[in-house]
């Protein structure tokens, strides 16, 4: 399986929206509604943001949110603020049972 | 509260076999949908997914490296073991593990431990 594809860097201002997508196939994003969003600032150990597409664990911003259409998936980030630059990563189930991680977007607030 | 924690040598030589401990507690994994799984990372890349054992103990592997790897759980120490036989300099990396639950339709990997760091060198 091959690893779902992010662009390498999105930017944004302070208090815009930014979204980062996340491209599989229909052996994983396609099929199933199994797309999770991590954040990972440095040094440290990643955080579910997104599960199930579109959910939120508790105590996550209502500024993220997560949605899906055909193989591609998208992580928006709503207002952006400074504490959001970091590195961000989805992953699906597969077809094989197993899961995939995606490429990694870096997210830099301007 | 769940934490999970790993655990393992901080330098493996190449050919060896590496051996990882995930010790958990605030949850069991006799629990239907529970699973804990592996995943690692390279110094400055990408999450590459390796492995997870579910609490009914069916265990799944990252297709390029099955051959590798072997997971198991002792359920009575709430550990769950990863080893990697082989081992090449390109397996250096922040190895994690992960509280996995799976059922209908939820799946989610939350929380995280905090990761250990394995470097393969001579």
């Known amino acids: 399986q091959s690893a779902l594809t992010q662009p390498a860097s999105v930017s944004g201002s302070p208090g815009q929206s930014i979204t980062i997508s996340c491209t599989g196939t229909s052996s994983d994003v396609g099929t199933y509604n199994f797309v999770s969003w991590f954040q990972q600032h440095p040094g440290t150990a990643p955080k579910l943001i997104i599960y199930?597409?579109?959910k939120r664990p508790s105590g996550v911003s209502n500024r993220f949110s997560g949605s899906k259409s055909g193989n591609t998936a998208s992580l928006t980030i709503s207002g952006l603020q400074a504490e959001d630059e970091a590195d961000y990563y989805c992953?699906?189930?597969?077809?094989?049972?197993?899961?995939?991680f995606g490429t990694g977007t870096k997210v830099t607030v301007l | 509260q769940i934490t999970l924690k790993e655990s393992g040598p901080t330098l493996v030589k190449p050919t060896q076999t590496l051996t990882l401990t995930c010790t958990f507690s605030g949850f069991s994994l006799t629990t239907n949908g529970v699973a804990v799984g592996w995943i690692r990372q390279p110094p400055g890349k990408a999450l590459e997914w390796l492995a997870v054992?579910?609490?009914?103990?069916?265990?799944r592997y990252s297709p390029s490296l099955k051959s590798s790897l072997t997971i198991t759980k002792d359920t009575s120490k709430n550990e769950v073991v990863l080893t990697k036989t082989n081992v090449d300099p390109v397996d250096t990396a922040t190895y994690y593990c992960v509280h996995i639950f799976s059922f209908g339709d939820d799946i989610w990997f939350d929380p995280w431990g905090l990761g250990t760091l394995v470097t393969v060198s001579s």
């Open positions: 992953s699906s189930y597969t077809s094989s049972s197993t899961y995939v």
């Open positions: 054992i579910y609490w009914d103990n069916d265990k």
């Open positions: 199930d597409v579109t």
